[in-house]
């Protein structure tokens, strides 16, 4: 359905309607419970907290470049038009979930808080944006929290009219251990027509840190997370499809889906992702003419790692961090051929079939393009059949803390289970 269009006069109202889409998410198999989060009390925190526009020198950026006529599609959990950071910031996007509701009503809260990452205006002590010049198009799928009917086909509908609309860049902060073979024909779709897209690789560095998807689909440019001293954070996790990586650590974000107040927590890799797409924003604003390809190329030239060398991409934090301030600030970043990406030698393959590795190996040192073993594959269950019974394939990344419990309410029984957030 798309977004902002009622089909008959019996609809509930917005405001029922996101009443309703709050049963659904309590509802469905998963929600969220965030733990380590502490409140932000005046507007000023909000702005207090946002360090890392600061650190990229943001205020001198946007007097060369705000991000003004870049769109930026969303790919979420939906994105609330309605917060006084995103009134005018928000364009009509579509709902692929199968559920009541629109792109607008955010059943988490997860897709609006990136939302506010990239084109926020700060307004009235809201978070402001990297790129507030910017515009967002929504594109809401059924995630973790929300029961939807459409699954893997949610995923897919989503990129392919991202890639058929006026968006230069897609957003997904969002990823999950299946490849599926039709997601991959989306994405690849979503390339040929000339988008730049980003994903989360995820927060489990500290546990198995396992490839995740869709940032392991080839072209995409996959984003960890740095902290407030640059480093990468203990949670930021690592192997060849990381290409560059953001600030995701200590940020001010939407405490719940209810959107009541600001919580600061880490963002994790699901923040660094939206801080990745607004720099492409800024830098893509300023040369309207070039391709993803030339974007994406000055974003690598100009990226920083204290280890880096000519070439070279660390499993860590890829090409380094983004630093679009180089490009805008200083001239830095050679755009190079339009017709080329520049992360290829990177990038990391395909899987192959499941049965083509079986019993070639011991499954302990022989590694994939993605870095994984045959042992990898078998528990992640890479197959499409796995992807399509069950959408558990795209986990919400929120941050670095994230709790487990059962609860009862009325005739409801909600299974919350721990997930990895970005």
């Known amino acids: 359905m798309t977004a902002g269009h009622d089909h008959g006069h019996r609809l509930p109202s917005r405001r029922m309607r996101r009443r309703l889409l709050s049963a659904l998410a309590v509802t469905g198999a998963w929600t969220i419970c965030l733990v380590g989060t502490a409140p932000v009390a005046q507007a000023e925190d909000v702005r207090s907290q946002q360090w890392y526009l600061d650190a990229m020198r943001a205020e001198e950026m946007w007097k060369v470049s705000t991000g003004e006529g870049v769109k930026v599609a969303v790919v979420d959990s939906g994105v609330n038009d309605s917060t006084d950071a ?77 890639a058929d609309s006026d968006a230069k860049i897609i957003n997904m902060s969002f990823g999950g251990p299946y490849y599926d073979p039709a997601r991959a024909e989306a994405i690849e779709y979503a390339i040929g027509k000339g988008k730049l897209l980003f994903a989360a690789v995820g927060n489990d560095a500290e546990g198995r840190n396992r490839p995740e998807y869709p940032a392991s689909y080839p072209g995409v440019v996959g984003v960890g997370a740095t902290d407030e001293q640059g480093e990468v954070t203990g949670f930021s996790q690592y192997g060849v499809n990381v290409d560059l990586s953001a600030p995701g650590s200590e940020m ?59 070439g070279a991409s660390s499993v860590h934090i890829g090409y380094g961090a983004v630093r679009p301030r180089i490009h805008l600030l200083d001239g830095g970043g050679d755009s190079g051929d339009p017709d080329r990406n520049p992360i290829e ?16 190996s011991d499954g302990k040192n022989d590694r994939d393009g993605a870095g994984r073993t045959d042992e990898d594959r078998k528990d992640q269950g890479e197959t499409a059949a796995a992807a399509s019974e069950d959408d558990g394939s795209l986990w919400i990344y929120l941050g670095a803390g994230a709790a487990a419990a059962i609860v009862v309410v009325g005739a409801f029984v909600l299974v919350r289970r721990t997930i990895r957030r970005t």
């Open 86 to 162: 995103l009134r005018g910031q928000v364009l009509p996007g579509e709902d692929m979930t199968g559920t009541p509701g629109e792109a607008t009503d955010d059943y988490l809260g997860h897709g609006t808080a990136m939302a506010e990452l990239i084109a926020g205006t700060g307004k009235n002590g809201g978070v402001r944006g990297l790129a507030p010049g910017a515009r967002v198009i929504p594109y809401r799928i059924p995630l973790k929290g929300l029961d939807g009917k459409s699954k893997t086909n949610g995923f897919v509908k989503a990129i392919r009219a991202a």
């Open 252 to 310: 001010p974000g939407w405490c719940d889906k209810s959107f009541q107040k600001y919580c600061v927590r880490d963002g994790g890799t699901s923040s660094a992702t939206a801080l990745a797409s607004a720099s492409a924003a800024l830098i893509w604003a300023r040369n309207p003419d070039w391709t993803a390809n030339q974007v994406l190329r000055v974003l690598v030239d100009t990226a920083g790692r204290k280890d880096k060398k000519e």
């Open 345 to 360: 030698a990177t990038e990391p393959t395909l899987p192959p079939a499941a049965s083509s590795a079986e019993g070639e």
